[in-house]
């Protein structure tokens, strides 16, 4: 008996994987290349190249934008990219709501606001200047998340994909007045309300890179881990008690490195908006809903469309810069139109 | 193998089981049976540790809350009333998941053993030629067919089934039961269901607990439990003369 | 292109005001920054100014008492500190306004609504509009200021000290070709210059420099490669320091990827004293290009003129 509902999906492959790999690395390369200074292809290959082996580089303009300023954003987006477009990948499985993101539910605002309140109140950690509003960040990321399932549960005990977005708009926009208030009355000590909301990714450095690295290593190890546990609660929190997932010990765990990886994330450019809802996406249209190759594909795509994002934000109006979340929005509200109505048909 | 002794489990105000105990034995179909609101389904998510409840419910003499949410799942495997699945998983990944609680580590791929166990199980419910369809295009029938074909490959100890046959139609209905009946033959194994069809619980029922408004009215051998008499109390109607009038429909032609 | 004819524009209004003030002995009339004709009976002893600059320059024609009611930036002189403040941002207090009961409101054309100044017309105030885009309209305000206020003396005088102070400047400093970032947000927090059409442009060209972003309008956010890459002769950072870590002017000098630029090698980065100076259409201006002046040819006093 054959049924033609068989969906014919291209199996996942490792050939696939380094076909991701590959087309990331060229998108990184690119991006290395271009920008708002023209720099030769060879002066950018010899800077780079010198400064992997440890070889010193010929002085110049070459080695300064692309040592000191292009290359440390090159890798601040990738993994931004990459942590943003997993921690969504993560939330739209163990919720098992296709909009859920960190933007759309109101985590990054979460974030913004306690780094926020961690520059104005000059909360440090001993040793780190950054490390306290990166802290503060990632435990105010978690406490909206908390917040708003708490919410969205005593609404909605489903999380149907309305009203979980509805409340994080709300919340969204509540922390959004607060985080504008907070600036007019110290903005002396923080970044404008245009860096928390729309992001950016000027001046970041090669600390922050290895910060991004850490964390993803870290925290997008532990969701990568949780693969099959995120499967299981895709297909529903009930039926993954029922095999046998340990419900709520996972979700907290997946809970908080997503809220700890987008508090890094935030932390070092603001709130990106949309990379995690609409990579995820397009990954899942490539590779079907299986996490275990869902995420990896969300990794890679992520850190590609950030990768683009980005360089677009650097060059469309040169000199001038834009913020990159003008360019995620723009892309991301249209998409996130799409998805709800390709949603709206499957039920 | 399992018992559960004076469970309660209370929504507010209101106690949808009250103090029920049952026991379980090796190859036993219990059927639980009851009107709307009895809280059959209550007390199945109670086992199935979705609710919280007083009272105890142990396996072979060990209490449940006390195991990992694993160990449980290869004891007993739990079949929900209603599965609706979000995302275009295959039948295969679906089924697939059931073998969750039978992997040890998070890197070993799943043992020969268990792709045997879902193919099994596709097989059994006469799947395997949708084992590469997306659950979305799927009907209500199939849906509950993929979670019960996730539930063979769990291979569990005791099936706790909530209106197994729901969504099916005549032909699965009957497919399906006998499926479970010939699964409980194999030794070390028992079956605990909601059954709203009285005719399917005499049919294929060993024991069973009648339930009305949290209490066991009854319980003991099926023939015991379910008579005229209980059940045209606890329904308050005349179940036998309904089902005689149903079933002379087709004696008159 | 724009801007030249904005230019003339205030050119020719400048011609018609001074004539309009001849006819007309006894009233003051005056023509406004958007070509309106006001006339008062009497010079104004009650005013509401929603500008900072505006408030600058009644202090600097020594008429800062007759302010009743201020704008929300309006910090300089000290004194006016405690005034009423009428305006935040979009929202422009009416009731409050008209409670004070001035004679006259300064207000800038941007947040204010038609509907706004026409309800402070019918209650019998009269609207002033300044809004002064470069110096000449810094002049015209002055001017205009002065004619409002019967202080057109002090007016006067004020001009021709500005105007010196800058010709002064500009006879100095022989255009070398030199040029010169202004740094209005730092990296930290995102680059911002001032391009052309901010008051920072234009007294980089007293001081004989080129502003190293001139091909960006106003304020922008612009890419750190840029400024890497243009490798201004001079970097003049209007960042605030609070007293706790490196200065704005050590931080710049340690940035990485910056330490060949000519103004971090030979030390030519500079903290202005104060920002609202640089960026505000008022007499402070004159101070801002001698603190300009100052750090290109080496800070020593009696080297800058006029000060």
Redesign the interface.
């Known amino acids: 008996m054959k049924d033609d509902r068989s969906m014919k999906r291209e199996r996942f492959t490792p050939v696939t994987y380094a076909l991701l790999a590959a087309g990331l690395l060229l998108t990184m390369i690119l991006c290395a290349c271009v920008g708002s200074v023209r720099i030769s292809f060879q002066d950018t290959v010899i800077a780079v190249w010198n400064a992997l082996w440890g070889r010193s580089v010929p002085q110049g303009i070459a080695k300064n934008i692309i040592l000191n300023v292009r290359l440390p954003r090159v890798l601040c987006v990738t993994l931004s990219g990459a942590s943003l477009s997993l921690c969504g990948a993560a939330m739209q499985g163990l919720l098992r709501n296709p909009l859920a993101d960190g933007s759309t539910m109101g985590v990054s605002s979460g974030a913004a606001l306690g780094a926020v309140i961690a520059m104005v109140t000059g909360f440090t950690l001993p040793g780190s200047a950054y490390g306290g509003m990166m802290v503060m960040a990632m435990a105010f990321a978690f406490g909206s998340l908390v917040l708003i399932l708490t919410l969205a549960y005593a609404l909605d005990r489903s999380l149907a994909t309305g009203s979980i977005i509805l409340i994080g708009v709300i919340f969204t926009m509540f922390i959004s007045s607060i985080i504008s208030l907070i600036i007019t009355f110290a903005s002396d000590h923080t970044r404008s309300l245009n860096f928390w909301t729309l992001g950016s990714f000027s001046g970041v450095n090669y600390d922050q890179a290895r910060l991004l690295l850490l964390a993803l290593a870290v925290f997008g190890g532990v969701i990568l881990r949780f693969s099959p546990e995120l499967n299981a609660f895709a297909v529903g929190e009930d039926n993954a008690r029922h095999i046998g997932v340990n419900v709520k010990r996972v979700k907290l765990i997946i809970l908080i490195a997503v809220s700890a990886l987008i508090g890094v994330c935030v932390s070092v450019s603001g709130t990106v908006s949309f990379v995690g809802l609409v990579m995820p996406h397009i990954a899942r249209m490539l590779t079907g809903p299986n996490h275990k190759r869902l995420l990896p594909a969300s990794l890679f795509s992520g850190a590609i469309f950030l990768l683009l994002a980005d360089l677009t934000a650097r060059t469309l109006l040169s000199p001038i810069e834009l913020s990159i979340g003008v360019v995620t929005s723009l892309v991301g509200a249209a998409a996130f139109v799409v998805i709800f109505y390709r949603t709206g048909k499957a039920r | 193998m399992l018992q559960g002794s004076h469970i309660t489990v209370r929504y507010g105000d209101r106690t949808a089981v009250d103090d029920l105990s049952f026991h379980l034995r090796e190859g036993q179909w219990m059927m639980l049976a009851g009107p709307n609101g009895a809280g059959k389904s209550t007390l199945i998510e109670a086992i199935?540790?979705?609710i919280p409840y007083t009272g105890t419910i142990e396996w072979q003499g060990r209490d449940i809350r006390t195991l990992?949410?694993?160990?449980?799942?290869?004891c007993i495997?739990?079949?929900?009333q209603k599965?609706?699945?979000?995302?275009?998983?295959?039948v295969e990944?679906?089924v697939g998941?059931?073998r969750?609680?039978h992997?040890t580590g998070?890197l070993s791929g799943e043992c020969e053993e268990g792709k045997a166990q879902v193919e099994k199980a596709l097989e059994m419910t006469g799947l395997t030629?949708?084992r590469?369809?997306?659950m979305?295009?799927?009907s209500g029938g199939e849906t509950q067919r993929v979670?019960l074909a996730?539930?063979f490959a769990?291979n569990p100890r005791v099936l706790i089934l909530d209106e197994p046959a729901n969504h099916l139609d005549l032909k699965y209905q009957q497919y399906v039961f006998t499926l479970i009946q010939s699964w409980l033959k194999e030794p070390g194994r028992a079956v605990l269901s909601v059954v709203h069809d009285l005719s399917l619980a005499r049919r294929y029922g060993t024991h069973a607990v009648l339930m009305d408004r949290g209490k066991s009215v009854s319980q003991g051998l099926v023939a015991d439990v379910l008579t005229p008499d209980l059940l045209s109390w606890v329904y308050e109607m005349d179940v036998c003369l309904w089902m005689r009038d149903m079933l002379s429909q087709w004696e008159s032609r | 292109m724009f801007r030249r004819i904005v230019s003339l524009f205030l050119a020719a209004l400048m011609l018609t005001a001074g004539l309009s003030v001849l006819a007309e002995e006894s009233m003051i009339t005056v023509t406004d920054m958007y070509g309106r004709e006001i006339t008062l009976t009497e010079p104004a002893t009650r005013i509401v100014a929603m500008q900072p600059s505006d408030c600058e320059i009644l202090w600097a024609l020594g008429c800062e008492d007759a302010l009743v009611g201020v704008g929300q930036y309006c910090d300089y002189p000290a004194s006016i500190a405690d005034l009423p403040v009428v305006q935040s941002g979009q929202e422009t207090n009416i009731e409050e306004i008209l409670a004070l009961n001035p004679q006259v409101v300064l207000m800038n054309d941007m947040s204010q609504s038609e509907e706004q100044v026409q309800q402070l017309e019918q209650n019998g105030v009269k609207v002033v509009i300044s809004k002064a885009t470069d110096l000449d309209g810094v002049y015209y305000a002055v001017r205009m200021i002065g004619q409002l206020m019967d202080r057109e003396n002090s007016a006067e005088a004020l001009i021709a000290d500005m105007q010196k102070t800058f010709g002064e400047i500009r006879e100095k400093s022989a255009d070398e070709g030199k040029t010169v970032y202004f740094e209005v947000s730092p990296l930290q927090w995102g680059l911002w210059t001032a391009g052309k059409g901010t008051f920072m442009d234009e007294l980089a060209s007293v001081c004989g420099l080129t502003n190293a972003f001139a091909d960006v309008d106003g304020w922008a956010s612009v890419s750190e490669e840029q400024v890497i890459a243009r490798d201004p002769d001079y970097i003049v950072t209007i960042t605030m320091y609070y007293g706790e870590g490196p200065t704005p002017v050590e931080e710049i000098m340690s940035r990485e990827g910056w330490q060949d630029m000519k103004a971090v090698k030979n030390a030519q980065v500079f903290n202005a004293s104060d920002s609202n100076a640089l960026s505000r259409p008022g007499p402070r201006l004159k101070d801002a290009a001698i603190e300009l002046y100052g750090f290109i040819h080496g800070t020593a006093e009696e080297e800058s003129p006029a000060a």
């Open positions: 199935a540790q979705g990992k949410p694993a160990q449980l799942a290869r495997g739990v079949l929900a599965n609706a699945v979000g995302y275009a998983y295959t990944e679906v998941l059931g969750y609680a992997k998070f030629a949708l590469h369809a997306s979305l295009t799927l979670f996730q539930v769990q």
